[in-house]
């Protein structure tokens, strides 16, 4: 495990592994096996770009080696701060193929955040777009590697069609060498060897005031968390999942997501535009049969549904997450888009927990449903830390195979953060219902702010 981050005690890995929910895939060699076995099908779509799966897996191999080539060393953390775009899947294969760390850095997150990520992570590169919304990311990129010196390297995104505002490879005073991500390809080399209870990427998540905490997921627990939600979905090779932005966040990225359909061998639609009217015109358009939004989103989708008029007969599943159960908005999914729609409840550090396509409408409606395995174990607690009985609210605390134990380079966090035996608190406000299923009512911060 990487110095900083927190290891499983072995009894779990034990338990882990005979249970089968860890099997020593690495992330990379799992799209490396698809490319293998589903070649010629579409993986990606993104505007009029389609890649099949042989073609992505070919740029994430050009791009690994082309990051090497230009300097990036095995156990390096590089922050990822792009769009919901094809380079952004490619990006991060790439990188966990090179044998780097990405660090996947929401594209809200403005310069003090990814300065502030930069220096928890020690990140020796960047990768992000040139210029996005109209910020300047190559002078972000700039003051940030004057700052410390950690950044050293940035590959910068633009549009095809565009021309690079610095003319390509430069290095500033600060000794930082920029490159276009474009010009980032070189013919492939030797696979490296890694473990898959290695660090494959980082998430981030908010920590006490402005410093935010990273999440270290490893390609087993990850692995374990996407198989398990594309089987809680009955997700197959012919689902097509809309990947609504941002595409970096835990709900779009694998509760299946993108991760978990390309390791089924669907199809992911990248949709960078997160109007409502350009999202139903692709579902539409690319014949999409699932989703994962916030019921914020998908309440603009059916407002201006009748206006756009798109066919969206073949969705059969929209995933609502972020939070609290949204009776009314799941009850519109199901009657206005004529299709199931299923409570999500998911954290950047793991707990993952649905309902299931045949649980009885009212559990769909009004609960997040049950977790993925029996080793993910749930507990709601009260303020002397002892378990509430089911009914009664308290703090949601998770512990498994696809939970993290303990944030990176964070050691006081983590010890006011997990319990003694490794579970995480939550900080989230839930209960249970008779019937096994988790209903989130919100965070103790809401409920500090609220009064209550």
């Known amino acids: 495990m990487l110095d900083g981050c927190t290891p499983w005690p072995e009894v779990f890995v034990d338990r882990y592994w005979a249970a089968g929910h860890w099997r020593g895939h ?42 090497r080539l230009r300097g990036l060393r095995p156990g390096q953390r590089i922050v990822v701060q792009l769009p919901s775009v094809p380079e952004f899947v490619v990006t991060v294969f790439a990188l966990m193929r090179a044998g780097t760390l990405p660090v996947l850095c929401p594209l809200s997150h403005g310069t003090a955040e990814v300065s502030r990520v930069v220096r928890i992570a020690e990140a020796a590169g960047y990768v992000g777009p040139a210029v996005h919304g109209g910020v300047d990311h190559i002078a972000r990129v700039a003051e940030i590697a004057g700052q410390g010196p950690f950044l050293r390297r940035a590959f910068l ?37 890694r473990g898959a209870d290695q660090v494959a990427f980082f998430l981030t998540a908010e920590g006490a005031g402005a410093e935010p905490l990273l999440v270290p997921r ?16 009955a997700l197959t090779e012919d689902d097509v999942c809309l990947a609504a ?19 089924a061998g669907g199809t992911v639609v990248l949709a960078e535009d997160p109007d409502p009217g350009a999202c139903l015109a692709l579902i ?60 999500v409840f998911a954290l950047a550090e793991g707990p993952l927990t649905l309902t299931r396509p045949g649980d009885p409408d009212e559990a769909a409606f009004t609960t997040q449903g049950r977790p993925l395995s029996p080793d993910d ?19 949601l605390l998770a512990r498994g195979p ?38 989130v009512t919100g965070s103790f911060a809401d409920a500090a702010s609220a009064g209550r």
């Open 284 to 343: 539409a358009r690319e014949r999409v049969t699932l989703t994962s939004v916030t019921p914020a989103v998908v309440r603009d989708w059916l407002d201006v549904l009748p206006t756009v008029r798109a066919d969206v007969s073949s969705l059969r599943l929209v995933q609502l997450g972020g939070g609290p159960p949204d009776r009314a908005t799941a009850v519109r999914v199901r009657e206005e888009l004529g299709c199931r729609p299923q409570q």
């Open 26 to 67: 690495t992330l990379d060699n799992l799209l490396r096996d698809r490319a293998v076995r589903y070649g010629p099908r579409t993986a990606l779509v993104h505007g009029t770009t389609r890649l099949t799966y042989a073609q992505l897996n070919r740029r994430v191999e050009r791009m690994a080696a082309g990051f």
């Open 402 to 439: 696809a939970v993290v134990r303990g944030y990176y380079r964070a050691p006081e966090h983590n010890a006011r953060a997990f319990t003694a035996d490794g579970h995480l608190r939550t900080g989230v406000r839930a209960r249970r219902t008779p019937d096994g299923d988790l209903v």
């Open 377 to 395: 174990q749930i507990r709601i607690v009260g303020a002397d830390g002892e378990d509430v009985p089911d009914g009664e609210t308290g703090e």
């Open 245 to 263: 932005p941002p595409a970096e966040s835990p709900l779009a990225l694998g509760c299946p997501g993108i991760v978990g359909t390309l390791f």
């Open 157 to 193: 995104h633009e549009p095809a069609g565009t021309s690079s505002p610095y003319g390509g490879l430069r290095i500033d005073a600060s000794g930082c060498h920029y490159f276009p991500l474009g010009s980032v390809d070189s013919p492939p080399e030797r696979p490296l060897a």
């Open 218 to 233: 490893t390609h087993d627990d990850y692995a374990c968390q996407v198989r398990g939600a594309a089987e809680a979905v």
